[in-house]
């Protein structure tokens, strides 16, 4: 079967297995920066942003996500042009192997965009997700609260 | 990797009409797709085909004579978000919402998934058993309401093969109920090992009414009917609270299994019992 997707920005047809998840489609397609690991939903390191709502793309059906507008790494920022939550990231010290560093961005992404004054707790929430088992958490809360003041400046 | 290996068709159908035409012509061989979460993580490989529930304008959280009535599709984060949900029972539902699994697999768990599943280990079932939650199931022509005792104590999966959960129906209380529930983990983000939660009608300091569940006991969850009891017309004290857990340590309907031992769980279900209340004296 054939799905329509808008991936960061551009529009795309793939074709599909019924019982396929969004995360197989997704790196048969070219999009290696979606890790895939647990296909359980429990690590976060296939999150990516459907209409701007992260989600575990390993635990997605990729037919549930027909017409939909999803969000990889590479939508947010790239190495020419990272984005500040990127650039807050690495200045701080919290990437090490960077396995899980695309969906910890992408779900703080996400909350910035909703939020852009969280608190740590509220930080914390929206990272619960996504498992790092290198550099821990207490870098990536403050990547995220550096790239606030990173993206206040910005503007 | 393909879990879902003999799925040959996906359908989105316009119409409840449709939807459960297709399950009820499968014979056993279709699935309900809520969020997905189910089906994806726990593949049930004679599944070959899969219903998405998305056209159907389940999306939902409203007020209606007197009670909230959420949609099946809603998810543990938009109810979490939800306004009639904010102040509810002073904030303690969302609260409780707000701790089940993690952020991503909130956005992707719906509420009415969480109750056709029936999975032992949900937070949602104990939640809205204790909150005296009324489902709404549809044929595709008439709805039908059903306590969610009597969901369950029916054979609510012979139920679902020719009707579908469009919705729950959670009572409006006033200010003289109190709500807690209490999740067992290992860590933050795990599925519980015992979980329970306890709403109760409180009038100058009397247990007025009462109602208990406990999930993940390692079975469905249940209404502990003898705790209720056990409650009402008794003053709220620290005293009673003692009495409380050793009440439901001798009375519990909890067991054993590779996770956890009966006994452990039995004690685990006496002080949860009895710190939820501890938190409710304070309210």
Not at chain 1, 55 to 63: D, N
């Amino acid at each position: 079967m054939k799905v329509h997707y808008t991936i960061n920005g551009e529009k795309k047809i793939f074709e599909i297995k019924p019982g396929e998840v969004l995360l197989d489609v997704l790196r048969r397609n070219g999009y290696s920066e979606v890790k895939g690991n647990c296909y359980m939903g429990t690590c976060g390191a296939c999150t990516v942003l459907i209409d701007g709502v992260p989600h575990t793309s390993c635990t997605i059906l990729a037919a549930k996500v027909d017409n939909k507008s999803i969000t990889t790494i590479k939508g947010v920022g790239t190495l020419q042009h990272p984005h500040p939550l990127q650039k807050a990231f690495v200045e701080k010290g919290a990437v090490q192997c960077g396995f899980c560093t695309p969906g910890a961005i992408l779900s703080a992404y996400a909350l910035l965009k909703e939020n852009p004054n969280p608190t740590d707790e509220e930080i914390k929430k929206a990272l619960d997700g996504n498992v790092c088992r290198c550099t821990g958490y207490v870098q990536q809360v403050e990547a995220v609260k550096f790239s606030i003041k990173l993206l206040k400046e910005e503007k | 990797m393909l879990k879902l290996k003999n799925v040959r068709q996906c359908f989105m159908p316009d119409s409840l009409q449709e939807a459960v035409d297709i399950l009820r012509d499968s014979q056993g061989k279709a699935a309900i797709v809520g969020g997905g979460l189910d089906i994806t993580v726990f593949p049930r490989p004679y599944i070959e085909k899969l219903i998405f529930l998305d056209k159907l304008h389940l999306n939902y959280i409203k007020e209606k004579n007197s009670e909230i009535r959420v949609g099946a599709t809603v998810t543990i984060t938009d109810m979490e978000r939800s306004l009639l949900i904010k102040n509810y029972l002073r904030g303690r539902v969302k609260e409780i919402l707000g701790e089940v699994a993690s952020q991503l697999l909130r956005n992707q768990i719906t509420i009415g998934g969480s109750i056709a599943r029936g999975h032992p280990y949900s937070d949602i079932i104990p939640l809205v058993y204790a909150l005296r939650g009324r489902i709404v199931l549809s044929d595709g022509k008439d709805d039908e309401e059903l306590l969610i005792d009597d969901f369950y104590r029916e054979n609510f999966r012979e139920l679902l093969k020719n009707k579908i959960v469009t919705e729950i129906r959670l009572k409006k209380y006033d200010d003289s109920y109190r709500f807690g529930m209490k999740r067992f983990v290992r860590n933050a983000t795990d599925i519980p090992l015992l979980n329970v939660a306890l709403l109760i009608k409180v009038e100058k300091n009397i247990i007025k009414d009462a109602s208990i569940s406990l999930g993940s006991r390692p079975g469905i969850a249940y209404r502990f009917i003898k705790g209720e009891e056990f409650l009402k017309g008794k003053k709220i004290t620290k005293e009673l609270a003692e009495d409380f857990q050793e009440f439901t340590e001798e009375n519990v309907d909890v067991g054993g299994d590779a996770r956890l031992s009966k006994t452990y769980r039995k004690h685990l279900a006496g002080v949860y019992s009895k710190n939820i209340l501890l938190n409710l004296m304070e309210v």
